[in-house]
């Protein structure tokens, strides 16, 4: 919706000029396949949904007062899975809220915070509505992240491990290599992706004092409508991850979010063979779509990015959609000839698969 500069009067000035953050759509069309946001196509774990039954069933005052501020047993279950101190974690109501406090409370600085030209579109915005000076730094052309240059001067630097939407992975060497190289300023690797077959820098949180590590429960754990993420690092920069959202909201994490993702992390045989599914399934697409002429950039993720150079990436994305399946198409340059696909179940890309064959390609 658009509104005249006389209603815009009432808007603070600097909310005038934002570019808010787009989500990937959620339409209602009927049998639509839905490979378009990243979220796994399994349900999370049984224990998940009897938790949150058992908040209502339990206690008669669950909905009338505040959840613990803390979420402490949350936080317990996490260090546990993650083989960290309690003081060392953090989490927030999804891990774009984490984010947002990791912008306000470490990359307000006179230097350029870093992070890659084609990489999640949500830290432009955040380095918008919180004036974060920033330098976008070009993958190379084979859309890596190439760590020598991270090594100028800058206010922060960010990661994200996998990459979205280009879905490769680095080692942890590489990741070592950025830390070593700036030991006065705040490392964040975003590991929205991690669990599908990349290596997680949470092992490397006791070694280095500027790293800071953030996860989701939204993807591998089946649980982006619940809101939980997380962020691991040393004491110290958790403690300003709290004062940020002690100044903030100090409830982000409800009752329920709390009993399910515990509930989850306590589940880990469930989440292991989950994961290892969507990791099989990636294969199995990723081969069929090469078959049919795709190029597809290696995937440590829960998505593909794909291109064929025979057919225009957009035209792929509308005549998929006629077709009741949605894909995300991103048009930026470098990236308009690709697709960003989610792995679904292995019957939903063969869904994919089918419809590609007969009515697109
Ligand atoms: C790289 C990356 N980081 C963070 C997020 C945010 O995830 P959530 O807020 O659901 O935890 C996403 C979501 O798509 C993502 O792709």
Not at 232 to 243: C, K
Request: a negative charge; aromatic letters at 10%; glycine letters at 4%.
């Amino acid at each position: 919706m658009t509104f005249t500069s006389d209603k815009m009067r009432f808007w603070s000035p600097e909310v005038r000029e934002l570019e808010p953050y787009v989500p990937g759509e959620q339409p209602k069309i009927q049998n639509l396949l839905k490979l378009n946001t990243n979220e796994n196509p399994y349900p999370p774990s049984p224990k998940v949904v009897a938790a949150v039954q058992a908040v209502l069933a339990n206690n008669a005052d669950a909905l009338r007062l505040y959840p613990d501020p803390d979420a402490t047993v949350l936080k317990q279950a996490i260090a546990q899975q993650q083989n960290v101190n309690i003081d060392q974690v953090f989490v927030g109501n999804g891990s774009d809220e984490v984010l947002a406090h990791i912008f306000k409370a470490f990359f307000i600085q006179k230097e350029p915070v870093l992070y890659a030209d084609i990489t999640y579109s949500f830290y432009p915005v955040y380095s918008q509505f919180f004036s974060t000076q920033t330098k976008q730094i070009p993958l190379n052309e084979k859309f890596e992240i190439d760590v020598s240059d991270y090594t100028q001067e800058n206010g922060g630097i960010i990661i994200t491990n996998p990459n979205a939407p280009t879905s490769i992975a680095l080692g942890l060497d590489q990741i070592e290599r950025v830390l070593k190289a700036n030991p006065d300023r705040v490392v964040l690797i975003d590991e929205a992706y991690v669990d599908f077959g990349a290596e997680s820098a949470v092992s490397l949180v006791n070694q280095y004092e500027n790293l800071v590590v953030c996860q989701t429960t939204s993807k591998s754990r089946s649980l982006a409508g619940l809101r939980v993420g997380f962020a691991i690092a040393q004491s110290h920069l958790i403690a300003a991850l709290e004062a940020v959202k002690n100044s903030f909201n100090s409830y982000p994490i409800d009752r329920f979010a709390i009993a399910a993702a515990v509930a989850s992390f306590e589940d880990q045989e469930y989440f292991e063979t989950q994961c290892q599914k969507v990791i099989e399934s990636r294969e199995h697409l990723v081969s069929d779509l090469t078959a049919l002429g795709f190029e597809v950039l290696p995937s440590k993720a829960n998505f593909i990015f794909a291109t064929h150079p025979q057919h225009d990436a957009a035209l792929l994305a509308q005549q998929l959609r006629d077709q009741g399946i949605i894909v995300r198409y991103f048009n930026k340059p470098r990236i308009n000839q690709y697709l960003r696909i989610t792995i679904g179940t292995d019957e939903q890309n063969q869904r994919l698969v089918d419809t590609l064959k007969t009515h697109v390609l």
